[in-house]
């Protein structure tokens, strides 16, 4: 009997506190089946991840959590089995990677107003290359002692109304699902019922995106308040698409645990016969 199947996992190729090969490691210890790694704007986290999951019978789902942005919300689109190598992919995560440095440096240049803090504190958190968020800049107000710990940063100093925030830059949601079903992938909408998806994926907006080939919507997520996943629900009921659950694990850097919610496999299984950029890493266990 497979585990549990967790399909949202971040490393320290972006802002996960866990090494790829750390995170395939915690999945084994979770008992979990099937898990994705899912950094954001990067697939640079693919290799450690399928070496490490290499015998132990957990099944690696290589995948992309790509940043887009429309109105000043910020809409996360998860790309599962993309096709590392596509050009237009590539070019793109590039960009919003480029983008998200020099966000976080003019939201750096803005706190260091009024709190010890520059940009070489940043960089100390983040592995070299990684994708570039506040969460590193939350870990750097932490290292200097401003705040306890991240959560506790999103909540004053990093907070979107807190003063000191700026949004990033990054492609329309249509142009996320196009570049994701562009490099054979599978697209679903992260947390569809967290702040900035909620106000802006009006009605007319979804029957866009499913028209470009968006396949499913993320239900059972912590961050989908218990009042809005009526709506999404009927949403992905309306327009044919799946539903999933996952945890968006993100290590020691946020409360969020493997797990903690879950996808059907009748549902992954569809995820995987539709895509066509990758395939999961499977082996059996080593005896
Ligand atoms: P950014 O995309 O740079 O605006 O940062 C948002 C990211 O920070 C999200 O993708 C989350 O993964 C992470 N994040 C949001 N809230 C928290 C929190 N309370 N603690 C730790 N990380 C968080
Ligand atoms: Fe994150
Ligand atoms: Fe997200
Ligand atoms: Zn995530």
Redesign the pocket.
């Known amino acids: 009997m497979p585990g549990p199947i967790d399909l949202h996992a ?1 490393s320290s190729v ?3 506190t866990q090494t790829p090969a750390e995170l395939v490691a915690a999945g084994v210890a979770a008992g979990l089946g099937v898990l994705a790694i899912t950094d ?1 704007d990067s697939t640079a986290g693919w290799d450690q991840a399928i070496v490490a999951a290499d015998g132990t019978g957990l099944e690696l789902v290589p995948g992309i ?1 790509l940043s887009t942005q429309l109105d000043y919300a910020s809409v996360h689109i998860l790309g599962y089995l993309v096709d590392p190598t596509d050009a237009d992919l590539i070019e793109a995560t590039a960009a919003i990677r480029s983008e998200r440095i020099d966000r976080a440096e003019s939201m750096v240049k803005r706190i260091a107003r009024d709190y010890a803090l520059d940009w070489e504190d940043v960089l100390a958190q983040a592995t070299p290359g990684a994708t570039i ?1 506040r ?1 590193h800049i939350a870990d750097a107000l932490v290292a200097r002692g401003h705040v306890p710990d991240r959560s506790a940063a999103f909540r004053t100093i990093l907070h979107w109304r807190g003063g000191y925030y700026r949004p990033h830059e990054a492609p329309p949601p249509i142009e996320g699902v196009r570049l994701i079903t562009g490099a054979g992938g599978v697209a679903v909408i992260a947390h569809p019922g967290a702040r900035g998806p909620e106000r802006v994926l009006t009605e007319p907006r979804m029957r866009e995106l499913v028209d470009a080939g968006l396949f499913g919507l993320e239900l059972a997520h912590r961050d989908n308040p218990p009042a809005s996943r009526t709506h999404w629900a009927d949403v992905a009921a309306r327009y044919g698409l799946v539903t999933t659950g996952s945890s ?1 694990y ?1 290590g020691a850097g ?1 409360p969020n645990l493997l797990a903690e919610n879950t996808t059907d496999p009748e549902v992954y299984a569809a995820i995987v016969a539709r895509a066509t950029g990758y395939r999961p890493f499977r082996t059996a266990p080593e005896a």
């Open positions: 971040h972006s802002d996960g954001h959590e968020g969460p968006d993100h946020k």
